[in-house]
């Protein structure tokens, strides 16, 4: 019946690889289902791993662009902000005599700038709404420190009359974000009445001049930004003319490290910090967030191997019978783990991509969601690293999965399936 | 009954050197572990089961053997152990000269993948793959090519009746015609030996008679060794071993 052996190839082992990749591949194309699912499976590992680790890159590469954004070389601090509970405006601003250092500093020849800035909660009303407690900035008015998209800002510069009270004319002049005007139902032209206090709120009506996002992208909440002076009036700070922080722009050929070196033996009581600095101190802070976001990654990756292994399991498990057959017809422990290999290296390479892929698209809607929701977008940033890594770690699952796995199939034992 | 027990271990086993000689089994027993009673138990021995009980056989090249018997009568264990796919718990196997025994796990699929095609009573063939494909299947471990591969594997299936079929996938194909890819599938390395479980067992009448012709046609060139309970193969078959409780009953 049959005409004898038929002879090997010239290359015996290249064209049992061949055969075998061939025999993989049918196999992926006949159980669709089953291969669509599992590329599902790891695209969404390599989609948790790009998109967390793109998160932790965008949020310190923000910080960073904001820094350098915010043009200022040198950060001074009088401490921690804290909480004041007893004291008017919830917190306790730490730079004491902000007007006079800020005097004092831009007399230096090394400093070209100084801006002194301090945060307090205020209590908002409008004409159509109650009081609504509000983060209150006060800020100095020139030299572009809030950038204005609708309306006139500021008309006057930054005034301080010290010894315990403000007694010359104020402004009356309030610059709100988008958020504020949403929120108290006002535009440019309209009234809101400001204060520490609910009393002094009543007293002291202040006309919008305009919107901002500034401070509410830097804040995340919505803000009303007054001049410094003003706000230190309507939370009864004038005396102590309290500041939270002061940012310096050196002179050209100034050193910031150098600059802020020398200021720092000046003033002994304050925290000085150049820029670089200030973004570490301020990672620092948020270190039990940075773990938390570490160890998410390490997580999606460890949820990423075990899904793709769980995946090629499954995947070989359904194979078993075919795997038993073919090693009863005398098919090779090699030329089996090869036929898995391949199939488990077209599944991470596909999932991989995809993952890859769709990570921009999820990218820019988290991205977009999180400008909606917190005032700034650029959250998650995708650099080529992070979707290298994603890639690798997809390619890298499942050959070690298959690695694993196929030492299970080489050691298949006919009978038990057949 | 032709032979009686004690007439067929009287038997003379062939030598294992005659070249005419493809399988032989010498007082072959094998024993399967039942377990423990529970799955708390500790130590004493598993309880067993003897499913072969010192069988001794000899089948020639040329020879197109039928082994009958009863459901549980160690049919398919004596065939798992000819086709090299499981190996005695006592006594020798021996295939085309070679004793099963001695070999490991990865010799054994070696002797399988150059002397022995196995059919299955379900075929098994890879539902992936085409008739042609499938049958090719035995012929990519010894790193034939590509071409020669499709060659040969078009060649039998045009031996058993489906060369207009060799592109259809399994399940485009009906049982008869699956068993005869399976068929052409185990002889597709022209093996010494055709091991065939049950190869007739879900097919109808006449289209087991057509499967049991290719089978018979095959027997000339080789040793062929049947399990079956279907009396159209034991009419057919140039001898008929029966078993019984794991021994050979009778030998004609």
Redesign the interface.
Known sequence: ?????????????L??A???T??AL??L???RGRTVLTVLGITLAVLAATLLAGTGIGVIETGQQKFDAAGRDVWITGGPVRFSPTGVGGFENTIVGAHELDTELETREDVRASVPMAFQTVYVKSNETDYQTLVGVGSPTSGGAVHITNGSGFSTDDVHYANGNYSGPMSHEVVIDQRTADMMNVSVGDSLSIGGTTGIARQNEFTVVGISPTFSRFLGSPSVVLQLSELQEVTGTTGTDKATLMTLTVADDADPQAVAADLESEYPSYDIRTNEEQLKEILRDQAVLMAAGGSLVFLALLAGLALTVNILLSHVYHQQ??F??????????S?LSLTLVVQALVLGTVGGALGVALSFPAARGLNELAELVVGFGDVVVLPQTVLAGGFAIAFLMSLLSSLAVSRRIAKIR??EH? | MADSVSEQRSRPAADAADPATALRCERVAREYSRGRDSLFSRGGDAPTVRALDGVSLSIATGEFVAIAGPSGSGKSTLL?LL?A??TPTTGDVTVAGTDVRSLSS?QR??L???T?G?V?Q?F??????SAR?NVA??????????R??RA?AD??LE?VGLGDRAGH?PGELSGGEQQRVAIA?A????PAVLIADEPTGELDTETGQRVLD?IE??AS?RAVVVATHDDHVIDRADRVIRLRDGIVVSDA
Request: charged content about 30%; cysteine-free.
């Open positions: 019946m049959t005409d004898g052996e038929p002879t090997p190839a010239r290359f015996p082992r064209a049992r061949r055969a075998a061939g025999i049918s196999q194309s006949h159980a019978r075919e038993a057959a073919l090693k009863a017809l005398g098919t090779s422990s030329t006919p009978l057949l | 798992h086709a796919l499981d990865r699929t070696t399988r993948r150059d022995i196995i299955f379900h098994h063939l890879l539902p992936a793959l494909g299947l035995p012929l990519i471990e010894r790193g034939v090519s590509k020669d591969r040969r060649e039998l031996q996938k599938r002889l597709v390395s022209d290719y046609q095959t060139e």
